[in-house]
């Protein structure tokens, strides 16, 4: 899973730390910040990296660069350094839930679960229908091992209004592994629905089919997901006799 990106509506945070600065000085950070963003834009993160590394260079409390640089280091795969940015925030503004969603995104992709589920926990206490964390923290219930805790969390988000193949493809994963594999091959069902060719839940649903020894369906399901260039489909259906 990605991390979240979305462009800051930093206005309130220009706003804030202005007066501690010249007029020249904030003309530049103004500038340096509008030049981060559009590399942003142009998935130049690297650059952006650079950039926004270069405004706390000149002010060290403008808080949309720690988040934007955190945001750059995710997408560069430098979670660590994406995390000592997201505390930093975390630790010297009040709540902030995009930042809190951000930090647990990363924990997961550390392989932190427990304290991605935490962060998580944070958001729902304060939005028990927050449909990111709720779906997100599923995925790390999955992650842990609990799959009928996941299936849980997936079926909020659902029930809350989250309509996307993502939810129901993991809800149909986390019953796979429970050997639920009718209700696996509903859930895919579902997904397929909003996607026609979304390969991996027509392939998935294609191996449910063939744990319940349905061989016909198996084929059809895992035929098309070649047709699809689903790269496991082709060796799957050599060993379906």
């Given at each position: 899973m990605s991390i979240v990106?979305?462009?800051?509506?930093?206005?309130?945070?220009?706003?804030?730390?202005?007066?501690?600065?010249?007029?020249?000085?904030?003309?530049?950070?103004?500038?340096?910040?509008?030049?981060?963003?559009?590399?942003?834009?142009?998935?130049?993160?690297?650059?952006?990296?650079?950039?926004?590394?270069?405004?706390?260079?000149?002010?060290?409390?403008?808080?949309?660069?720690?988040?934007n640089r955190a945001i750059a280091n995710s997408f560069l795969s430098k979670n660590k350094s994406a995390l000592k940015d997201l505390n930093h925030i975390i630790k010297t503004q009040a709540y902030s839930e995009e930042t809190i969603l951000n930090r647990a995104i990363i924990y997961e992709n550390l392989g932190k679960y427990k304290k991605a589920i935490k962060d998580y926990d944070k958001i729902l206490k304060v939005n028990p229908k927050h449909l990111q964390a709720t779906h997100f923290k599923g995925i790390s219930l999955y992650y842990t091992g609990d799959f009928n805790?996941?299936?849980?969390?997936y079926d909020k988000a659902i029930k809350n209004g989250l309509n996307v193949t993502g939810v129901?493809?993991?809800?149909?994963?986390?019953?796979?592994?429970?050997n639920k594999y009718k209700e696996a091959?509903?859930?895919?069902?579902?997904?397929?629905?909003?996607?026609?060719?979304?390969?991996?839940?027509?392939?998935?649903?294609?191996?449910?089919?063939?744990?319940?020894?349905?061989?016909?369906?198996?084929?059809?399901?895992?035929?098309?997901?070649?047709?699809?260039?689903?790269p496991k489909a082709a060796s799957t259906l050599k060993t379906i006799k």
């Open positions: 990106f979305k462009r800051l509506k930093s206005l309130s945070f220009v706003l804030l730390f202005a007066l501690s600065l010249s007029s020249c000085t904030q003309m530049k950070v103004d500038k340096l910040n509008k030049k981060g963003m559009a590399f942003f834009e142009q998935k130049k993160f690297k650059k952006a990296n650079q950039v926004f590394t270069e405004i706390l260079s000149l002010d060290k409390d403008f808080m949309p660069a720690y988040f805790a996941a299936i849980k969390e129901y493809y993991n809800k149909g994963v986390a019953l796979d592994c429970l091959i509903q859930t895919y069902s579902k997904a397929i629905k909003l996607d026609k060719k979304f390969k991996q839940a027509i392939y998935a649903r294609g191996v449910a089919y063939y744990n319940l020894k349905d061989i016909r369906l198996a084929k059809a399901n895992l035929e098309y997901a070649k047709k699809l260039g689903y």
